[in-house]
């Protein structure tokens, strides 16, 4: 499945090299500015000496890019210390969550990304059509065409014949353009949209390739593109969880047969290290306590504050959120999902490449 990761790559690498909490990751809705501070009051009570410096420098960098960005929804990553700075605006609501960490809290954000599959949207009629596509949350227009059709009734002088014939011919001449259009655009992830015949006209017109990437019909008014794009959004979501389902029952066959699978926290972020993972599924809004040797790479479950490998400090992180990092390194899929089964076997169940 093709998800938004414009933004992950970026994040899922860097971390302090110092081992120090300097890393503030804020996902904020825009308007409870209550809880921001909130947020800040008790992480000062909390953090010290250079962590405690820097979280002032950066809370206070957060709050002048929020003051100038009001309204939308963030997910901020910053540190003063590391000179980083990245800021992502969402066109819907994130849950409110403010983390001090080593390295970037990118959980949401993965989240966020599953749920927006790339997809592109053709809206039309049969004399304006207009191609969308949709990714990492936003719908950009990417041709906007129209066609000089006839009229529908015919003027004086033709017969009547001839000018339904003309007008035929214009209209599938017409298509054929969006259908040359499309085909630069798009393989798969599409949906057909408008009023009328049209949109099944034009799909039989479709290379028989194209006509298996569409997914589904709307039909709309030409103007109604703001119900358009809700109804659309629901059948992009309704086929995520359809994926879910399928790649949880392959995994449940894979693991009867003691085969090309893995589940639980432990099993995983082993199989994870060793890039074996090809898809991940993670149950949502789940958190596990871990830590970290930054130095040795060494990650586990459960409490320790000094690792057993080097002797040096470790950082208390959660295991699930690094597995997902690690998955995105080793470019498998990573998805998240609230089926109950995944409850039983979960948080974290992956289907692997090689065993
Ligand atoms: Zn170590």
Not at 24 to 41: N, P
Not at 143 to 167: E, T, V, W, Y
Not at 272 to 286: H, I, R, S, T
Request: hydrophobic residues 40%; charged residues 30%.
């Amino acid at each position: 499945m093709k998800t938004c990761d414009k933004s992950l790559p970026g994040l899922i690498e860097i971390y302090d090299k110092d081992n120090l909490k300097t890393f503030v990751s804020l996902y904020f809705d825009g308007k409870d500015e209550h809880f921001i501070q909130h947020r800040e009051k008790v992480i000062q009570h909390i953090l010290k000496y250079d962590e405690l410096k820097n979280f002032l420098k950066t809370i206070n960098e957060i709050k002048t890019y929020l003051k100038k960005n009001k309204g939308s929804n963030h997910a901020i990553f910053a540190s003063d210390k590391n000179n980083f700075f990245k800021a992502i605006t969402f066109p819907v609501n994130v849950k409110n969550s403010l983390v001090v960490d080593v390295s970037p809290y990118i959980h949401q954000i993965a989240e966020l990304a599953d749920e927006w599959q790339v997809y592109t949207l053709v809206l039309l009629n049969s004399n304006h059509a207009k191609i969308f596509s949709f990714s990492c949350g936003e719908l950009n227009t990417e041709k906007d065409l129209s066609a000089d059709i006839m009229n529908k009734h015919k003027k004086g002088g033709m017969s009547q014949a001839r000018f339904q014939r003309l007008r035929k011919g214009n209209i599938h001449t017409f298509l054929t353009e969006i259908v040359e259009a499309l085909q630069k655009i798009a393989r798969d992830n599409i949906l057909l949209a408008g009023p009328g015949e049209t949109k099944k006209h034009f799909r039989d017109m479709l290379p028989i390739m194209l006509q298996k990437g569409v997914i589904a019909e709307v039909n709309v008014d030409m103007d109604d593109e703001y119900g358009l794009f809700n109804e659309t959004h629901e059948i992009m979501k309704e086929k995520g969880k359809q994926e879910h389902q399928r790649l949880l029952e392959l995994i449940r066959i894979e693991i009867l047969k003691n085969g090309l699978a893995v589940y639980g926290l432990k099993n995983t972020l082993t199989a994870v290290k060793n890039g074996q993972v090809e898809a991940l599924l993670v149950e949502k809004d789940v958190k596990q306590k871990g830590w970290i040797c930054e130095r040795c790479q060494l990650i586990e479950e459960g409490i320790l504050s000094i690792c057993p490998a080097c002797g040096k400090k470790t950082s208390e992180v959660d295991i699930v959120e690094e597995i997902v990092k690690i998955a995105e390194r080793t470019d498998a899929i990573v998805e998240f999902s609230q089926d109950d089964n995944l409850k039983k076997i979960g948080p974290v169940v992956g289907l692997l490449r090689f065993k």
